[in-house]
């Protein structure tokens, strides 16, 4: 009995201390944060704004925001930050799609608490309209969250390169 609780003390810790990941898109880039609760002797609470670009289709990026708890749960790792996101993807070049895309597929993930609560965007492709439908929203292992953030990108000629139809790019 012992032991397993002692393996247990070493997962959790393990997992505290594992950096928050991101999977199907590199790290986002930190565009910057803002103090939003002041705290005495440990780090603020903040939203921080980041940058990522699609890793399926060049020439389109969203940023979102996200709060970060200070205090000490949130110094350490523990804290269970909460589901407030709001999301905005703009075309910020030629956009080339480089591969079939699924509806509602996964374009990044990231941790938001010890264990169980994750923001997911997805993208999809509003296909009559040629504009890519972007959704961010936190999910946690018993139930979800209905708090979401939707953008969209309607896909344009960029110079004299002309856009690709984002329903010719989608899996039957």
């Not at 002692?6 to 199907?24: D, E, F, K, Q, T």
Request: charged letters at 25%; glycine letters at 6%; proline letters at 6%.
């Amino acid at each position: 009995m012992r032991f397993s609780v002692l393996a247990l003390y070493a997962l959790m810790l393990a997992l505290a201390l594992a950096p928050v990941g991101a999977s199907a898109a590199d790290e986002p880039d930190l565009i910057f944060k803002k103090s939003t609760v002041w705290k005495l002797l440990s780090p603020d609470h903040k939203l921080a704004t980041y940058a990522i670009d699609d890793p399926v289709v060049d020439g389109v990026a969203c940023h979102f925001t996200v709060p970060e708890k200070g205090g000490i749960s949130g110094w350490i790792g523990v804290a269970e930050e909460v589901s407030d996101i709001s999301l905005a993807c703009r075309q910020v070049g030629p956009v080339t799609i480089k591969e079939k895309i699924e509806q509602g597929e996964e374009m990044f993930r990231q941790r938001r608490s010890f264990m169980f609560k994750k923001m997911r965007i997805v993208r999809g492709c509003d296909a009559k309209r040629n504009v890519l439908v972007y959704l961010v929203y936190s999910d946690k292992l018993v139930e979800g969250s209905p708090k979401n953030s939707t953008s969209t990108v309607p896909l344009m000629p960029w110079g004299d390169q002309l856009p690709p139809r984002c329903g010719d790019f989608l899996e039957d």
